[in-house]
């Protein structure tokens, strides 16, 4: 213990500075250079935009049901809601089959995405078992056109960021190769 205390007063001076010893910011500065750089993960990315896709779209159907005060007449619900349905289902269904044909690295992302693509379909059959309850309610029939809108939305912004991930990784593939 004497040889610690002994030190320590040996030293003092090097410890009651307020600046660093010459070389800190250069020796901070290498060490910063060999830390890894985090890459970008595809499957974060996509569940990140997935779980956005639902909080958008709820909160969107449920302002709408808050602020909506738009009346349709009995007669035209059933020919609108089943026009726009169809329409929308086959919009959905396109851009489904169009994500699930891209190759994924890993097939457990292509599942968690596809899965949370399908999870979507549950708020659609409460908005649809809403409409069958209250047939003349407009606002549900303006959530049921805005929860497709989102998810065609959400869909268009998946592809998108799957087609930039192909595109950069074939060109990866380019410069390695040659």
């Known amino acids: 213990m004497i040889d610690f205390e002994k030190h320590i007063k040996e030293k003092r001076l090097l410890l009651d500075t307020d600046h660093p010893r010459e070389g800190h910011e250069k020796r901070f500065m290498q060490k910063l250079e060999r830390l890894p ?3 970008f993960n595809v499957r974060h990315a996509l569940q990140i935009a997935a779980s956005l896709a639902i909080i958008l779209t709820s909160a969107i159907v449920l302002i709408n049901l808050d602020k ?13 809601v089943l026009e726009a349905d169809m329409y929308y289902t086959s919009q959905v269904n396109a851009r489904y089959d ?9 097939a457990e992302e292509k ?9 979507l379909d549950s708020f659609h059959q409460q908005l649809m078992s809403d409409l069958e309850a209250n047939p003349d309610d407009g606002r549900v029939v303006n959530a049921l056109i805005r929860h ?14 799957l087609n930039q991930i192909k595109s950069e990784t074939s060109e990866n593939h380019e410069n390695e190769s040659v």
């Open 37 to 39: 750089v985090r890459k």
């Open 68 to 80: 909506s005060g738009n009346k349709i007449t009995q007669g035209e619900i059933p020919e609108t």
């Open 98 to 106: 169009q994500i699930s044909d891209f190759n994924f690295d890993n």
């Open 111 to 119: 599942t968690v995405l596809l899965d949370e693509l399908n999870d």
């Open 148 to 161: 497709y809108q989102i998810k065609l939305e959400v869909m268009d912004q998946i592809i998108i960021q």
